[in-house]
């Protein structure tokens, strides 16, 4: 039952690097995304795919690059840290329908110094 | 424009007893579902509830049942009989008719005191 595989699950990265945080689904969802959890900010939605080859903004999209080639992989490029990006970042895949809950990774710990 | 609003940052709750976690949601649409997900200390997402937009009767799923009142478009978590293991922050999130975006409020954070 792997469900949806994040990784890493923490990273240390310093101002201006770059880094992939890599997720994959098992359960053929057309629906993935990504958000980033912030305290007192709930999780907010960086990108999202509804499909192989679709990809879409959310809320906070800035600083952030995806791209969806299969149905499983939806990874997540970060082309030049900043502090600002210090986060926790999650993972989710769904079926894509209105009642289609959203299943989690396992979050990855991104700190930039 | 904010889609979920949880205005209650904590909460606290004596073991047994019954607690509600508020959420209201702001959309035009008139397709809509509403969840409910659990955040323990360890992090993980953990889906508790779910709650359609025609849906006739308030979502429950063993000790958690769902206040939905579409009029003044509110989503209430009630935990019933609280256990220690409720401890968490509980969000509360909307998803729209397309399917597309999920919103998520800010969270409760839910203590349970023994």
């Known amino acids: 039952n792997a469900g949806v595989t994040q990784t890493p699950k923490f990273q240390v990265l310093k101002t201006g690097q770059s880094m992939t945080l890599q997720c994959a689904q098992d359960?053929?969802?057309?629906?993935m995304s990504w958000y980033r959890q912030d305290p007192g900010m709930g999780l907010r939605l960086i990108h999202y795919?509804?499909?192989?080859?679709?990809?879409d903004q959310g809320e906070v999209p800035n600083g952030y690059n995806v791209s969806r080639s299969t149905t499983e992989d939806f990874p997540l490029r970060l082309l030049s840290a900043a502090p600002s990006q210090t986060s926790v970042y999650f993972c989710?895949?769904?079926?894509?329908?209105?009642?289609?809950?959203?299943?989690f990774g396992e979050g990855s710990r991104l700190t930039v110094l | 424009a904010q889609k979920i609003t949880q205005t209650q940052p904590g909460m606290f709750v004596q073991e047994k007893e019954a607690v509600t976690l508020d959420c209201t949601y702001d959309?035009?649409?008139?397709?809509?579902?509403l969840f409910w997900y659990k955040q323990p200390s360890s992090g993980e997402m953990i889906f508790l509830i779910y709650q359609g937009s025609y849906d006739q009767q308030n979502a429950t799923e063993g000790r958690y049942s769902l206040n939905f009142q579409k009029a003044r478009k509110s989503a209430n978590l009630v935990i019933s009989a609280s256990q220690l293991g409720d401890s968490a922050m509980y969000f509360c999130?909307?998803?729209?008719?397309?399917?597309?975006?999920?919103?998520f409020g800010t969270g409760t954070s839910l203590t349970v005191i023994p």
């Open positions: 989710a895949s769904s079926p894509r329908r209105v009642n289609g809950e959203l299943f």
């Open positions: 959309t035009s649409d008139p397709s809509y579902g």
């Open positions: 999130a909307m998803r729209g008719p397309t399917g597309n975006q999920f919103y």
């Open positions: 795919s509804v499909g192989a080859g679709i990809t």
């Open positions: 359960m053929n969802h057309e629906y």
